[in-house]
């Protein structure tokens, strides 16, 4: 089993940068392949980002691509989402989630542990 705790929200004007973390703790960090994902009120919940185990592969929604960077240290057992240009409709709560997979996943249904969610706010 792998526990999950997201850090780093908080509220930012437009345009300015935020960085997340998620750590893990319990079962290798990199036999998962990681993903963070965000969900505003009243809307579902939706992929942000995802790296695979041995970080070599990223893969981003069109909404973040160019504005957001993921990365883990699984030295650190840890993954990041570098959040730059934010926008106001950036503004959700932040998850990120660990998934057995030997590629890279970016579908929730595929994730097996979640971590309690991290809020962002991103002022107009």
């Known amino acids: 089993q792998v526990h999950l705790v997201e850090s780093g929200g908080g509220l930012v004007p437009a345009g300015g940068s935020l960085r997340l973390s998620c750590a893990a703790s319990g079962r290798t960090f990199s036999s998962y392949a990681m993903s963070w994902y965000r969900q505003a009120p009243g809307k579902e919940r939706e992929f942000v980002a995802a790296v695979s185990r041995g970080a070599g592969t990223t893969r981003y929604s069109d909404s973040v691509k160019g504005r957001f960077t993921a990365s883990r240290d699984n030295a650190k057992n840890t993954l990041y989402l570098q959040m730059n240009s934010l926008k106001p409709e950036d503004t959700a709560v932040y998850h990120c989630?660990?998934?057995?997979?030997?590629?890279?996943?970016?579908?929730?249904?595929?994730?097996?542990?979640w971590g309690q969610g991290t809020q962002v706010t991103v002022s107009s």
């Open positions: 989630a660990a998934a057995m997979s030997v590629g890279i996943v970016t579908t929730s249904s595929q994730c097996d542990y």
